[in-house]
């Protein structure tokens, strides 16, 4: 595919103006569960260092604040999502919102994230970010506005100032 956006992007585009990819949504285990699936043997890391050999920018989608309900984060620690906040993807399924207020949460958020920009992607493609405004009861008593605030500071802490975000 990258090969084939090349041949039809570069006749157009601007000269200097960077090529980017993204693998989209189904390169996950799971929602929530932010590690390569069988699709992907090799990992995320060799294939954003082939991109960039062929001279790509690379980006990856998630949804950092959503987790499946079948997941085990859920059962291990039911306190690090908002009780009351169900998001119902309708391709997906039932989907639990992770709490930022929680200090375990914010802790299992930014190592996930730190993992993925470690694999050498230039941006994230983050989506559904509007759950981490939802009412519920948090970890530490906040407004849903409070609680997205604190989560896209929590983010751009993760992935550092040389990480671009796409939401």
């Known amino acids: 595919n990258a090969d084939l956006a090349r041949s039809i992007l570069a006749p157009v585009i601007p000269s200097g103006t960077p ?15 932010w590690e390569p699936n069988e699709k992907f043997p090799n990992g ?8 960039h050999g062929s001279g790509f920018e ?13 997941e085990a984060l859920i059962t291990d620690h039911p ?11 309708a391709a997906n399924g039932p989907m639990r919102v992770l709490d930022v207020t929680h200090p375990g ?5 930014t190592a996930a994230l730190e993992q ?5 992607y230039d941006f994230l493609k983050i989506d559904f970010l ?3 405004a939802w ?3 948090r970890h530490e008593a906040m407004t849903g506005i409070q609680a997205y605030r604190l989560a896209m500071k929590t983010i751009r802490e993760a992935v550092g100032k040389d990480v671009a975000l796409l939401a």
């Open 116 to 120: 993925i920009v470690s694999w050498g």
């Open 19 to 33: 090529l980017r990819i993204v693998v989209d949504d189904g390169w996950q285990q799971a929602w929530g569960r």
């Open 105 to 109: 949460a914010r802790a299992h958020l």
């Open 135 to 137: 009412r519920g009861t």
């Open 130 to 132: 509007f759950v981490g």
């Open 44 to 51: 995320l890391d060799g294939l954003a260092t082939q991109l």
């Open 58 to 70: 690379v980006g990856v989608w998630l949804a950092p604040l959503l987790v499946h309900e079948s």
């Open 79 to 89: 306190d690090w999502f908002v009780d009351g906040a169900v998001y119902n993807h």
